[in-house]
């Protein structure tokens, strides 16, 4: 794809820099209110460009959601899990990995902003994003979290375990002007970092997903009466288990 090749910094052809000034206008104003005079006026091109390079103001679009994944991915690529020992580690390294693209220190504010005005409004030109890295994600998500459940639990609740997990992850980049309200700046110097994040959300998830097939005080209900069941088993950590790489201590 053309957009692993771009310098966000310092763009060094017309389309690189049509793309660049597409995703911070698209990201600012939609698709529907923003034209392709203003993008090829931002990037210093003729208006003719955005035809040539791209066919249509909906492919450049297009293009400009997966240069806004890329972006995320080279910043923050994916770590080797299959080099951690359990699926605890795997996990934890998935939480890390989500908060450092939503809201590490160093995340440029456009792509991901343009990206969650996709998770809430999917348009069709979100289709090849999901197909290609959404879900892909969510699946290795569903798998992390199979492997920490007995078999008896089910497939939906896997998914629903999963996306909790994911959706605590995501509320630090959908609320972050409002947490920022009710939450004084020491607060957030000295609680919220990314690391701390990921910490609470691993912590407060591994308690969900033991109690998933026992209920909140080991008491599950059948046919109207109260049942003590046993807790769910926990995976042992094998010996040897790699620690998770930590990230950046800044504040989100």
Same mark, same amino acid.
């Given at each position: 794809?053309?957009?692993?090749?771009?310098?966000? !910094?310092?763009?060094?052809?017309?389309?690189? $820099?049509?793309? @660049?000034?597409? =995703?911070?206008?698209?990201?600012?104003? =939609?698709?529907?209110? &923003?034209?392709?005079?203003? #993008?090829?006026?931002?990037?210093?091109?003729?208006?003719?460009?955005?035809?040539?390079?791209?066919?249509?103001?909906?492919?450049?679009?297009?293009?400009?959601?997966?240069?806004?994944?890329?972006? =995320? %991915?080279?910043?923050?690529?994916?770590?080797?899990?299959?080099?951690?020992?359990?699926?605890?580690?795997?996990?934890?390294?998935?939480?890390?990995?989500?908060?450092?693209? @939503?809201?590490?220190?160093? *995340?440029?504010?456009?792509?991901?902003? #343009? @990206?969650?005005?996709?998770? @809430?409004?999917? &348009?069709?030109?979100?289709?090849?994003?999901? !197909?290609?890295?959404?879900?892909?994600?969510?699946?290795?998500?569903?798998?992390?979290?199979?492997?920490?459940?007995?078999?008896?639990?089910?497939?939906?609740?896997?998914?629903?375990?999963?996306?909790?997990?994911? &959706? /605590?992850?995501?509320?630090?980049?959908?609320?972050? !002007?409002?947490?920022?309200? *009710?939450?004084?700046?020491?607060?957030?110097?000295?609680?919220?970092?990314?690391?701390?994040?990921?910490? /609470?959300?691993?912590?407060?998830?591994?308690?969900?997903?033991?109690?998933?097939?026992?209920?909140?005080?080991?008491? %599950?209900?059948?046919? =109207?009466?109260?049942?003590?069941?046993?807790?769910?088993? $926990?995976?042992?950590?094998?010996?040897?288990?790699? %620690?998770?790489?930590?990230?950046?201590?800044?504040?989100?």
């Amino acid at each position: 794809m053309t957009s692993n090749a771009i310098d966000v !910094d310092n763009p060094n052809c017309a389309k690189d $820099r049509i793309l @660049l000034a597409a =995703g911070r206008i698209f990201a600012e104003k =939609g698709f529907r209110c &923003s034209t392709v005079r203003e #993008i090829c006026d931002a990037a210093g091109v003729n208006i003719a460009s955005v035809n040539y390079y791209f066919g249509d103001k909906k492919k450049l679009y297009e293009e400009t959601l997966l240069l806004a994944r890329e972006i =995320g %991915a080279q910043k923050f690529p994916i770590p080797d899990l299959s080099a951690l020992a359990g699926p605890e580690d795997r996990l934890r390294s998935i939480i890390l990995l989500l908060l450092n693209r @939503l809201v590490g220190s160093h *995340v440029e504010p456009w792509p991901v902003k #343009i @990206l969650m005005s996709e998770i @809430l409004n999917p &348009s069709p030109a979100a289709k090849p994003l999901i !197909d290609g890295y959404i879900e892909p994600f969510l699946r290795m998500v569903f798998a992390t979290v199979k492997e920490m459940v007995d078999d008896t639990v089910s497939e939906s609740t896997i998914h629903q375990l999963s996306f909790s997990v994911i &959706s /605590q992850c995501v509320w630090y980049r959908f609320a972050s !002007d409002i947490n920022r309200m *009710v939450i004084t700046d020491d607060q957030y110097t000295d609680n919220f970092s990314v690391n701390a994040l990921a910490k /609470q959300i691993f912590d407060f998830s591994l308690s969900g997903i033991n109690a998933a097939g026992s209920g909140a005080g080991g008491v %599950a209900a059948t046919n =109207g009466q109260t049942t003590e069941t046993q807790p769910m088993k $926990r995976p042992k950590r094998p010996e040897g288990s790699r %620690a998770v790489v930590e990230s950046a201590t800044s504040p989100v």
